[in-house]
Nanobody
Framework: QVQLVESGGGLVQAGGSLRLSCAAS????????MGWFRQAPGKERMFVAA????????RYADSVKGRFTISRDNAQNTLYLQMNSLRPDDTAVYYC????????????????????WGQGTQITVSS
């Protein structure tokens, strides 16, 4: 079992930056692949970024490549999402997710592959 708590959301102007954090507890953090997803009102939850457990291999949705960076600090049991050059269409509730990894380099881009989810944090980007 893993418990996840997101923080760092809020209101930001277009072109600005935010850094989200996801604090994890309950199991050995480095054994879990982690991901970020987002959901806008009336839309389905969509993949944003993922990172593998030990190797730190990463993958990004095309819409955020070059603007967002996913990272993890295994010593602090924390996942991060650095968001730069924010746009109004980045407005959504952002969720972190975790699942047991099957190899050093394994990461997952489908929400159905994750067993554990945080409660989400709201990001609003104004124009």
């Amino acid at each position: 079992q893993v418990q996840l708590v997101e923080s760092g959301g809020g209101l930001v102007q277009a072109g600005g930056s935010l850094r989200l954090s996801c604090a994890a507890s309950g199991r050995t953090f480095s054994n879990f692949a982690m991901g970020w997803f987002r959901q806008a009102p009336g839309k389905e939850r969509m993949f944003v970024a993922a990172v593998s457990g030990i190797s730190g291999s990463t993958r990004y949705a095309d819409s955020v490549k070059g603007r967002f960076t996913i990272s993890r600090d295994n010593a602090q049991n924390t996942l991060y999402l650095q968001m730069n050059s924010l746009r109004p269409d980045d407005t959504a509730v952002y969720y972190c997710a975790a699942r047991l990894s099957v190899s050093r380099g394994a990461y997952y881009t489908s929400g159905s592959e994750y067993a554990y989810w945080g409660q989400g944090t709201q990001i609003t980007v104004s124009s």
